[in-house]
C-alpha cells in the first residue's frame, strides 16, 4: 500500500516536471502535425474553414509537373552536397586532428562558417559567386579557367549552392573531431607493433571505427538536405527557370503566397515519407556497413 | 443678471469640456511601415484628430513577404485593425473576405472616383465593393544615359520611340572585347523593373478576359513581344545567360551599370529620380516606354500600397477616418513634410553639402498629388521637374498590377518562369505562355471556385 503511494507520488512527479515541455510538444509541434494531416485531405485557404476533399491534393500533386521539378531539384541537390560534405568534413577533421602548434585557432576558423547567420551567409556568397568579380571565378581565372555564370546559369546554380553548404560543414567537422578522439589509442599501437603502415592503419581502424559517426550525419545530412529553403529563398527565388525551386520553397510558396494550405500540407507529408523511406533503407544498410565495437 | 448668465456659461463650459477631456480615445492598430518619416506622420495625425490613437507595428521588412504574418495574423482572428496591403495580392485576399466593405463610407463621404486615378482607384474593388484606399503608387518609364549615346554618335536629346529604335540604338551602343565578350550593352529588355508584362501591354496584350475568370497569356500580341525579348537578347546581348551573368557584376548602388555607363537604357520605376539625383555627373533623360509599331499609344505599369481595414474590426468609423487621411492630400502633405525633416537629418550626420530634396512621391489621390506638386516641384532642378512631369503624368495611362487577377501572385511567379524558359531557350515563346496559361488557369479556377465575397 505504501509503495504504491509511494510510485503514485513519483509518478505525479515525473509528470509534474516534464509537463512544460509535453504542453508544449502537443501544443507547438504534435497538435500541427496532426492538424496538417487533416489539412492535406482538404481545400483550405486559411482565410476560411478547410473543405474535406478526401485524396484530392495528393492526386493534383502527382499531376502538378513543378511538384516533380522542385523534387528532382531536391534530390540532385541532396546527392551532390552528403557525399562532398561528409568527404570534406571528414578530411578536414583528420587534418585538424594533427598534433600541430596553433590547432585550437584552426578549428575556430573552420568552424566558424557554420555559426554565420544564414541570411548574411546568402549574401556572402552572392558576392563570392558573382561571375565576374567573385572570388571563386577570379580564383579559377588565375589557373585559367573560365569560371560558370553560378546563380545565373540553369546548371551551374545548384552547384554553386552545394558549394555554399559544403563551407558551412563545420558542425560535422566537430562531430567528426569528437569521433575520432573516441578511437582507442591502443589499437593504434598494436596495429604499429604489428607492422601497419600509416595508410594501413587509417582504413582498417579509423574509418571502421569512425563508421557509425559518419552514419549519423549521413542520416541527419539527408533529412536536412531535403529541407534545403533559405539559400533558394534569398538567393535564387527558385530561378533560373526553376532550377533551384527546391520542395520546401515550393510548399512555403503554396503556403502562404498562394493561399494553398491544403496543397502544402500535403506536400509536407510526402517529404516526411520520402525522407521517412529513406531513413529505414539506410538503416536497413548500415548493417552492412557500419561497424560497432 | 449677469450672474445667471455667468453661471448658465460656466456650466456649458464645463460640460462641453468635459465631454471633450473624458470622450473616449479609440486605439487602431495599424500594421505598416515604421520608419521615422511615417511614425511621425501617424502622430500628426493623432494631433489632428484627439480621440484616435494609432499603434503602429511593422507589417514585414521585405514588402513582398507582408502575407506570411498577416495570414497568420487573419488565421488566428487577431489581425489588425487597419493595414498595408500589396496591391499585387489585393484581389485574391479581398475574395476572401478579409476587409471591411467601405463602400458605406465612401458613399457618405463622397470620396469619388473622380478624385483619384483611375488603375490603381479601380484595383480596390471586388465583386463592386471596395475594400482599400490606394495609397502610393509607382510608374515605369524608360531612362537613357546621355554620356553614352554622345559617345556612339547618338543624339543625346533624341530618345528611343519604338522596339526597332531600341534595337538600332543598341547596334551602335554594344561594345566588345578583343576576345567577344560585350562589355557595353544597349539595352537589357528584362532588367531594371520591366519584367514581360509592360512589353505584353505595350503591344496590345490582354493577360485575363473581361471576367477575370480566362488567362490569356498566349495572346498573339504577348507571345509577339516575348518573341521580341528572345530575339533582342540574342541578337544584342549575347543571349539571356551572358547578359544575366554580366548584370550579376553590379550589385549594389553605387556600381550601378546605368550610372557607371555599361548599360545605356533601361525600363525602370520613378524611384529611379531620387537614386540619380544622387549621381550629378550623370545626364540622362526620361521617356515613355518605347511601343512595338510607330504610332502606337505608350502605357506602362503601377504597382503599390493600398489601405485597407480588417473585417473583423471593432472600430470601422475610427480606421476609415485614418486611412481616408492618409492616402489623401492632408497625409501626403504631412508625410512629405516628415521625409525632408528626415532627410534634412541624415544630410547633417553624414555632412552632404548642399540642400536635400523631396521628390514628391505618386499618390494615387489627385488632389494629394496638386498639394505635394505646388509646393515641392519648384524646388526642384528644372530637369527633374520635366522627368517627374512624364512619371506623374504616366498615373493616367498606366496598368495597375491588380489587372494579373485574382491570383495575382501565381501569375507573376508563372510569367516570370515562363520568360526565363523562352530567354534561355528551354521552350518557345509560345510553348512557355502556354505552359503558363494552363497553370495559372488551373489556380484560377481554383480561386474563383473559393471565392467568399459575393
Aim: proline residues 5%; glycine residues 6%.
Amino acid at each position: 500500500m505504501r509503495r504504491s503511494n509511494l510510485k503514485r507520488q513519483e509518478i505525479f512527479a515525473f509528470y509534474t516536471f516534464i509537463s512544460p515541455w509535453l504542453i508544449g510538444f502537443v501544443l507547438f509541434i504534435g497538435g500541427p502535425i496532426i492538424a496538417s494531416l487533416y489539412f492535406s485531405l482538404t481545400n483550405y485557404t486559411v482565410l476560411s474553414s478547410p473543405e474535406f476533399i478526401g485524396f484530392g491534393n495528393y492526386s493534383s500533386l502527382f499531376n502538378d509537373p513543378l511538384f516533380w521539378k522542385s523534387l528532382y531539384n531536391t534530390v540532385y541537390y541532396a546527392v551532390l552536397f552528403i557525399p562532398l560534405g561528409i568527404l570534406v568534413a571528414f578530411t578536414m577533421s583528420i587534418l585538424l586532428n594533427q598534433d600541430l602548434k596553433g590547432l585550437a585557432i584552426y578549428r575556430t576558423i573552420y568552424y566558424l562558417p557554420s555559426i554565420v547567420p544564414a541570411v548574411a551567409n546568402a549574401i556572402l556568397w552572392i558576392w563570392l559567386l558573382n561571375p565576374q568579380w567573385g572570388l571563386i571565378n577570379m580564383l579559377l581565372k588565375a589557373i585559367g579557367i573560365q569560371g560558370p555564370g553560378w546563380l545565373t546559369s540553369e546548371q551551374w546554380a545548384k552547384p554553386g549552392l552545394v558549394l555554399m553548404s559544403i563551407w558551412g560543414v563545420g558542425s560535422w567537422i566537430i562531430i567528426y573531431l569528437a569521433g575520432l578522439q573516441g578511437v582507442p589509442e591502443q589499437l593504434y599501437e598494436a596495429a604499429e607493433v604489428d607492422g601497419a603502415t600509416k595508410l594501413q592503419r587509417f582504413f582498417y581502424i579509423t574509418v571502421p571505427l569512425m563508421t557509425p559517426t559518419i552514419f549519423f550525419t549521413l542520416v541527419t545530412g539527408l533529412i536536412g538536405a531535403f529541407q534545403v529553403f533559405t539559400q533558394a529563398y534569398i538567393m535564387t527565388n527558385g530561378g533560373p527557370v526553376n532550377s533551384t525551386l527546391f520542395y520546401a520553397l515550393y510548399l512555403f510558396r503554396n503556403a502562404f503566397n498562394y493561399l494553398k494550405m491544403g496543397y502544402a500540407s500535403a506536400m509536407a507529408w510526402i517529404l516526411f515519407l520520402i525522407v521517412l523511406v529513406l531513413t529505414l533503407i539506410q538503416f536497413r544498410l548500415a548493417r552492412k556497413w557500419v561497424f560497432y565495437e | 443678471m449677469n450672474k445667471k448668465l455667468t453661471v448658465f456659461l460656466s456650466i456649458l463650459f464645463l460640460l462641453v469640456f468635459t465631454s471633450t477631456a473624458f470622450a473616449e480615445v479609440v486605439t487602431i492598430s495599424f500594421w505598416g511601415w515604421i520608419s521615422p518619416e511615417w511614425v511621425a506622420t501617424y502622430r500628426d495625425f493623432e494631433k489632428q484628430y484627439p480621440n484616435i490613437k494609432i499603434k503602429e507595428s511593422l507589417i514585414s521588412q521585405e514588402w513582398a513577404s507582408t502575407s506570411e504574418k498577416f495570414l497568420a495574423a487573419m488565421a488566428a482572428g487577431n489581425a489588425p485593425d487597419a493595414s498595408v496591403q500589396n496591391s499585387h495580392q489585393f484581389s485574391q485576399w479581398a475574395s476572401q473576405d478579409t476587409f471591411y466593405d467601405i463602400t458605406p463610407f465612401t458613399k457618405k463621404d463622397k470620396v469619388a472616383a473622380k478624385d483619384w486615378f483611375a488603375p490603381q482607384w479601380k484595383g480596390t474593388f471586388f465583386a463592386n465593393k471596395q475594400f482599400a484606399l490606394p495609397g502610393i503608387t509607382d510608374t515605369r518609364v524608360l531612362y537613357w544615359n546621355k554620356n553614352m549615346f554622345k559617345q556612339v554618335g547618338l543624339n543625346p536629346e533624341v530618345a528611343p520611340k519604338t522596339w526597332k529604335d531600341l534595337e538600332n540604338f543598341s547596334e551602335k551602343l554594344t561594345k566588345k572585347d578583343a576576345s567577344g565578350n560585350i562589355t557595353q550593352f544597349g539595352f537589357i529588355p528584362y532588367w531594371g523593373n520591366s519584367w514581360t508584362w509592360i512589353y505584353g501591354w505595350l503591344n496590345g496584350g490582354r493577360f485575363l478576359d473581361s471576367t477575370g475568370k480566362k488567362v490569356t497569356c498566349d495572346d498573339p500580341r504577348i507571345v509577339y513581344a516575348l518573341d521580341w525579348m528572345v530575339k533582342f537578347y540574342d541578337k544584342y546581348c549575347g543571349g539571356a545567360q551572358v547578359a544575366a551573368s554580366f548584370l550579376q557584376g553590379f550589385q549594389g548602388a553605387a556600381n550601378d551599370p546605368f550610372v557607371t555607363n555599361k548599360v545605356a537604357m533601361q525600363i525602370n520605376g520613378n524611384w529611379q529620380l531620387w537614386f540619380f539625383a544622387t549621381f550629378p555627373q550623370l545626364e540622362y533623360g526620361a521617356a515613355p516606354p518605347p511601343v512595338p509599331k510607330e504610332g502606337m499609344k505608350p502605357t506602362t505599369w503601377s504597382c503599390g500600397s493600398y489601405y485597407a481595414i480588417s473585417a473583423n474590426t471593432k472600430h470601422p468609423e475610427e480606421a476609415w477616418t485614418f486611412i481616408k487621411w492618409l492616402a489623401g492630400p492632408e497625409g501626403a502633405k504631412a508625410y512629405a513634410k516628415n521625409v525632408l525633416e528626415q532627410r534634412k537629418k541624415d544630410w547633417t550626420r553624414q555632412q552632404l553639402s548642399g540642400e536635400p530634396v523631396y521628390v514628391p512621391d505618386l499618390f494615387n489621390n489627385k488632389q494629394a498629388m496638386k498639394v505635394l506638386q505646388d509646393e515641392y516641384l519648384p524646388k526642384l532642378p528644372s530637369k527633374v521637374q520635366e522627368e517627374y512631369k512624364l512619371v506623374a503624368d504616366a498615373l493616367n495611362w498606366t496598368h495597375s498590377c491588380t489587372e494579373m487577377g485574382l491570383v495575382g501572385l501565381t501569375y507573376w511567379n508563372e510569367m516570370d518562369a515562363a520568360t526565363q524558359a523562352a530567354l534561355y531557350h528551354k521552350m518557345t515563346p509560345k510553348e512557355a505562355l502556354l505552359q503558363c496559361k494552363q497553370r495559372v488557369q488551373k489556380a484560377l479556377d481554383e480561386a474563383w471556385a473559393q471565392v467568399k465575397v459575393k
